[in-house]
């Protein structure tokens, strides 16, 4: 039997995936927990085998068989809740001879990872200025660090994360003085108190956020006011829909949609094979995380408004950097995951008529984020928690984007 478990690291796993490449998955969790939260990716084959299934094939001597009814090729990455019993898992098919590793920490050390890219073209016209995509992939949640004249904003910070903006600003020479929420998240714990706390920022978020009950001590901001950093500004975009508060950010030539346009590649971009992804490259916020669905229609029509009159200012060349993305997601050359607005708008949602848009955006929403009312109170300042009872409850995907349209 092997001393050691053979190991991959999720920081180390992630790159291969959104490379494409072949990634053979073992979940050896109960269906339900696969079915609601898992490994994707466009090469990722995965097959569910609950842990008993494992312990029966070590009985009867079949891990053989076990292993070789795992779909896919190439190495089986074991997969787990915590990387517990997928070690076992991995160690015992490789005393069996096969080619296997667990995946270290399981889907909770997947939910610890967070990868930085620069978004290319945002900022042409200054030099020296940055804006970062940071990106957690185990729910596609992506927040922003804009860098210039020595001092840095971070818009949509994730609580989970806060050591690693300040640590990342200060590598960047620059000191964090604005902290920035889109809306009041339903799917992650912000980070807005926890940074500004850290640092003595300011905390920015949209007036109508503060309407529906903020409690923290913030500034505001409403249509068309400007937020100086350094030498750029973030100028608010009211883009109502997803909540009525919901707001983008336009710096340089890129506009952070937040909750309103999601992303999940380069749209138009041609794929390997020749062939242009379209159908789900783009999607949209769903309307029902505020009001419930009593009032998601009403929330839909803001939000066709949304995209084709108050964006309709913004031209085709704009890099949409969004607030999500999903499950297809493909990362650009420099890693960041990104589209320009021009792609997005030759996409199924923004040809549909307001009647049409409601009609598939209120008839599409998938569940609710997991515990999105105790994350919603958590975020407003009315509960509190630890940074560990936090994590637990924003453990799996965001669901907050309405299924896509089709072609």
């Known amino acids: 039997m092997t001393d050691e478990t053979?190991?991959?690291a999720p920081a180390d796993l992630q790159p291969r995936i959104d490379a494409g490449e072949s990634v053979r998955v073992l979940d050896v969790r109960d269906r339900d927990e696969?079915?609601?939260w898992r490994l994707?990716?466009?090469g990722v084959t995965l097959t569910q085998k609950p842990y008993n299934r494992f312990v029966q094939a070590t009985v009867t001597g079949d891990l053989a068989e076990f292993a070789a009814d795992v779909d896919g090729e190439g190495p089986i990455t074991v997969v787990c809740a915590r990387g517990e019993a997928s070690a076992e898992v991995a160690r015992a098919l490789v005393d069996a001879g096969v080619d296997a590793r667990n995946l270290a920490g399981g889907m909770e050390g997947w939910a610890q990872l967070s990868l930085v890219a620069e978004v290319e073209g945002a900022l042409p016209d200054a030099p020296g200025a940055t804006l970062a995509q940071y990106r957690r992939p185990s729910s596609g949640c992506l927040g922003y660090l804009l860098v210039s004249g020595g001092e840095a904003a971070v818009v949509d910070p994730l609580r989970a994360f806060t050591d690693r903006y300040v640590a990342e600003a200060t590598e960047r020479g620059a000191e964090i003085t604005t902290v920035v929420d889109t809306h009041v998240h339903a799917d992650h714990v912000s980070g807005l108190r926890a940074l500004a706390e850290r640092t003595g920022?300011?905390?920015?978020?949209?007036?109508?956020?503060v309407d529906r009950g903020v409690t923290d001590d913030v500034e505001t901001v409403d249509d068309g006011d400007t937020i100086d950093v350094g030498d750029s500004t973030l100028a608010a975009v009211h883009a109502p829909g997803h909540t009525t508060?919901?707001?983008?950010?336009a710096v340089g030539e890129a506009l952070l949609t937040g909750d309103s346009l999601f992303v999940d590649g380069a749209v138009g971009r041609a794929d390997r094979d020749g062939s242009r992804r379209r159908s789900r490259l783009a999607g949209v916020a769903r309307p029902d995380l505020e009001e419930g669905s009593e009032e998601a229609r009403a929330f839909a029509r803001e939000l066709h408004r949304t995209l084709t009159e108050r964006f309709a200012r913004f031209p085709d060349e704009t890099v949409v950097a969004p607030g999500h993305h999903g499950e297809a997601a493909v990362p650009g050359d420099g890693g960041a995951v990104t589209a320009r607005l021009g792609d997005c708008r030759d996409l199924p949602w923004f040809g549909l008529s307001e009647a049409e848009f409601v009609e598939r955006v209120t008839e599409r929403t998938p569940p609710r984020p997991a515990?999105?009312?105790a994350?919603?109170?958590l975020n407003l300042g009315r509960q509190s928690a630890d940074d560990e009872a936090a994590f637990e409850l924003e453990l799996g995907p965001n669901n907050c984007a309405a299924a896509p349209a089709d072609d």
């Open 6 to 8: 053979p190991a991959i």
């Open 34 to 36: 696969v079915e609601a």
């Open 40 to 42: 994707t990716g466009p």
């Open 201 to 209: 920022a300011t905390p920015v978020v949209p007036a109508s956020a």
């Open 245 to 249: 508060g919901m707001t983008a950010f």
């Open 371 to 373: 515990n999105h009312e």
């Open 375 to 377: 994350i919603i109170a």
